[in-house]
């Protein structure tokens, strides 16, 4: 009966994680809420066909519902697993935006270097229209 213990507890801390009440869990495995009662408190014995509908809306593997193996170290493997992917995924990601942020410093200077030039120009451009109004006229004058 331990192994029944587990297991029923495994459904009713599942169901509980989900937000659903004994009677929600009932109503979506199309049983009644006191048959459902006596799945989780084993007091009725699992039928492979309420098995498997309880390991799809539990989300929990129809083996490891009846294991009684602990899983908890696979599931610390599993978080230490996905908290490296992140960390790598982050890294990636400063990296990437120190880049994004090394070519916007760049673009800026590209920018301010080019708006000095134009300012020469402008400068240029106008000594050469006063130069060109000068010599218009000198030529009228004559």
């Known amino acids: 009966m331990k192994e029944r213990d587990n297991i029923h507890k495994k459904i009713e801390q599942a169901r509980i994680a989900l937000g659903l009440s004994q009677r929600e869990m009932a109503e979506k495995l199309g049983v009644g809420r006191t048959t459902y009662l006596n799945y989780e408190t084993g007091k009725?014995?699992?039928?492979?066909?309420?098995?498997?509908?309880?390991?799809?809306?539990?989300?929990?593997?129809?083996?490891?519902?009846?294991?009684?193996?602990?899983?908890?170290d696979n599931l610390l493997k599993d978080y230490d697993d996905q908290a490296r992917i992140l960390r790598e995924a982050?890294?990636?990601?400063?990296?990437?935006?120190?880049?994004?942020?090394?070519?916007?410093?760049?673009?800026?200077?590209?920018?301010?270097?080019?708006?000095?030039?134009?300012?020469?120009?402008?400068?240029?451009?106008?000594?050469?229209?006063?130069?060109?109004?000068?010599?218009?006229?000198?030529?009228?004058?004559?």
């Not at 989300?59 to 490891?64: F, H, L, S, V």
């Not at 200077?109 to 109004?133: D, V, Y």
């Open 90 to 142: 982050l890294q990636e990601k400063d990296e990437k935006l120190r880049e994004c942020e090394e070519n916007l410093l760049s673009a800026t200077r590209t920018i301010k270097a080019l708006n000095e030039e134009i300012e020469e120009q402008k400068g240029t451009i106008r000594s050469l229209n006063k130069t060109n109004e000068y010599l218009l006229t000198q030529l009228s004058k004559k």
């Open 44 to 72: 009725t014995s699992l039928f492979s066909k309420t098995h498997l509908l309880m390991s799809d809306f539990l989300t929990i593997p129809p083996e490891e519902m009846l294991s009684d193996d602990k899983k908890e």
